[in-house]
């Protein structure tokens, strides 16, 4: 059951909320009509670096499609669609975290909805970190950065999914494994894929990366139902929720 108890504000097709220069940016596609969930996208980054961040760089507009796919699917059903901008590249001492945190509470004041955030490599560990926010109903992670000891207790009543090319050379696989199995007994649901023939960037299977992060996205906020295999998912064993072939 979804958490969230604020009122909906007004929708509008499209918003940008920047409140100055020096703090984050989110690009909205809102819904037609009645706002009922949101999904907040976060691209990756550097381990560190202080520059500043753009919506014009690659691991921004590799999840441009993403943003994309799930207004075109979404905004009839409800789904209001952000994208991210932080304010520095670097994930340095968990600045990302902090601006996945901004850009839930600017969610929560203009809609008021229940969230999902969809996040890939250095975003995707951002929202992992910042699912303890009370919006938030469930993560998908992308090729999630998941070094040793991350903590899982923010996890506890959300629904967590993690994808992971085999073939990822930037962000390990057995990183997100050795995560997932952690947080499995704090999470309400777990769990996580392995795609074959693809690696950190996506862009080899890319369909199959945007309808995985589809379907679980709208099917984790219950704008729609998920479908067999993913409903199937997290009532798999525990050891066989954590390595699902996709």
């Known amino acids: 059951m979804h958490r969230t108890a604020r009122a909906a504000g007004p929708a509008s097709s499209i918003a940008r909320t920047v409140p100055g220069p020096d703090t984050p940016s989110l690009l909205t596609l809102g ?71 901004w850009a839930l509470e ?38 999630p950065w998941c070094p040793p000891a991350e903590p899982v207790e923010q996890l506890e009543g959300r629904t967590v999914v993690i994808a992971h090319g085999e073939d990822d050379r930037v962000t390990d696989p057995a990183r997100s494994l050795e995560f997932a199995r952690r947080a499995q007994p704090v999470a309400s649901r777990l769990a996580r894929f392995e795609l074959g023939g693809t690696g950190h960037t996506m862009l080899r299977r890319l369909a199959a990366w945007q309808s995985l992060a589809r379907r679980l996205t709208l099917g984790t906020l ?16 525990a050891d066989e929720a954590v390595r699902i072939r996709e």
């Open 31 to 101: 819904p037609r009509g009645t706002p009922r969930a949101a999904v907040v996208i976060a691209h990756g980054g550097r381990s560190r670096g202080t520059a500043r961040d753009s919506n014009l760089r690659s691991p921004a507009l590799r999840m441009l499609p993403f943003l994309l796919d799930l207004a075109r699917c979404g905004r009839r059903l409800g789904l209001a669609s952000g994208q991210l901008r932080y304010r520095l590249v670097g994930y340095n001492e968990g600045d990302p975290v902090a601006d996945v945190e």
């Open 222 to 237: 219950e704008l729609r139902p998920l479908e067999g295999r993913f409903a199937s998912a997290f009532a798999l064993p």
């Open 106 to 143: 600017r969610v929560a004041e203009r809609y008021g909805v229940p969230v999902c955030l969809l996040g890939h490599s250095m975003g995707a560990r951002a929202a992992l970190r910042a699912a303890g926010h009370p919006s938030v109903v469930s993560v998908v992670a992308l090729a």
